[in-house]
């Protein structure tokens, strides 16, 4: 194959199958949550809810110490991903520097540089929103979690659940925006890293964002099961 077309091959399949897995990850927690990690760990947050604000009096500061953590955690993404966001916009902007040309074998053009780059920067950029996002709905978590008022109405608890697994999930979003920031950053060396990077991070998140039979009887067992009944949504 020639040199310049392994970005028009490689590139699209690296990125297709990484496509792929996370379109089978989004229809397996719809369908199956307890197999995937987003799915029992949301749903282990909604018992959490449903646990704290029984008396939220007595756990309001429990309530508000852990909502905090998981603040301060969106809180260093965001930073990092703004932070790598304006290096690369100076980088872009001065060109003061280049990856050595003999380490990379591939479309070596200008303007296949500057896409590459462009589409890190992209990803820095959603991993900074979606962090943001967490952090909204994190803080507003935190006051929902302490009102009294709401301690015997169960649609408002479920409204608090919802509310914390959608900061959650767009942690997970931002999250997932670093991970593939990895095959994007390898694609400025060259097609072939990236793709064997594509290749490779599939398996790894397979490993990460799956649990095993033995994990989920284990969370059956060491939670205690809530008559409550949730949809979709209050999972997702």
Partial sequence: MKEKHLDLVLVPLGMGMLLFYHFWLLFTITRNPTRTVIGLNAESRRKWVFSLMDDPLKNGVLAVQTIRN???????????????????SVYVSNKSSSPSSGFVYGNKSQLMSSVKLFAILVCFLVAFLCNVQSIRYYAHVSFLA????????????????RHLNRGS???SLGLRAFYLS???????????????????????????????NFTREMHSHSIKEETVGGDVESIV
């Fill in 70 to 88: 998981n603040i301060m955690a969106s809180t260093l993404l965001a930073t990092a991903a703004i932070t790598l966001s304006s290096l690369i």
């Fill in 146 to 161: 302490t009102v009294p008022a709401y301690q015997d109405r169960k649609e408002a608890i479920e409204y608090v659940a």
């Fill in 169 to 171: 999930f767009f942690w």
């Fill in 182 to 212: 990895f095959p994007l950053f390898l694609w400025v060396f060259g097609p072939i890293p990236m793709f064997v990077c594509c290749f490779t991070m599939i398996f790894v998140l397979y490993f990460l964002d799956t649990t095993s």
